[in-house]
């Protein structure tokens, strides 16, 4: 069985569910551009990740396992998902509606993104027990985030240098930063594993 503390560092390093899977890349890229824009949605990704791995746990397994329903998993993370991520948009309306407004229809499309789905199936495969699923699924949420600040950071500093080429403006520098960091993640690699 696998040491909780490892599982939450290898969420976060080696097996960064942004750098190493490429899962969430679409608002990885589009939210990059700035560091404001990305903390909001890293915060909100990982808000919606941790809740609803928390809460796909027993369902799966008290639920759908016990009766035998095992095949609709997927329809139901993503109802889940969509709850949660629901949830999120309210708060974010009533609270904090400069930062919704900055996300555009990225926050909706939290639903669909691949990184709160792949969590989830992850739990399923990896056979976790259910706090061995909420810390990987924070520490996941956590990694996600760590590489888009990260990532948006080094653009906003790029910016004020002013002498990025032409043809990498863009989405083009973010994926060469990310491709770096993703190479220094790597490093990490030897020293925990999780599959």
């Not at 700035?34 to 808000?47: D, E, K, P, Q, R």
């Not at 789905?117 to 061995?132: G, P």
Request: proline share 3%; aromatic share 12%.
């Amino acid at each position: 069985m696998l040491h909780l503390m490892t599982i939450f560092i290898a969420a976060i390093f080696t097996h960064n569910i942004a750098l190493t899977y490429l899962l969430g890349m679409c608002p990885f890229v589009s939210l990059s551009r700035n560091l404001n824009t990305a903390s909001g949605m890293a915060f909100a990704v990982i808000f919606v990740v941790t809740l609803t791995a928390a809460v796909n746990w027993p369902i799966y397994h008290l639920i759908l396992v016990p009766t035998g329903s095992e095949l609709i998993f997927y329809i139901v993370f993503i109802i889940i998902i969509a709850a949660f991520v629901q949830l999120v948009e309210m708060i974010m309306e009533k609270f904090l509606p400069a930062l919704q407004a900055s996300f555009g229809i990225f926050l909706p499309l939290i639903t669909v993104n691949c990184t709160v789905l792949a969590i989830s199936l992850f739990m399923v495969l990896r056979d976790y027990t259910y706090v061995q699923t909420i810390i990987f699924a924070f520490g996941s949420a956590v990694g996600w985030m760590l590489a888009i600040v990260v990532v948006a950071a080094i653009n906003e500093k790029l910016k004020l240098i002013g002498d990025i080429p032409k043809g990498y403006k863009g989405a083009g520098i973010i994926m060469i930063i990310a491709g770096i960091i993703a190479l220094s993640f790597l490093g990490f690699a030897g020293m925990v594993k999780i599959q």
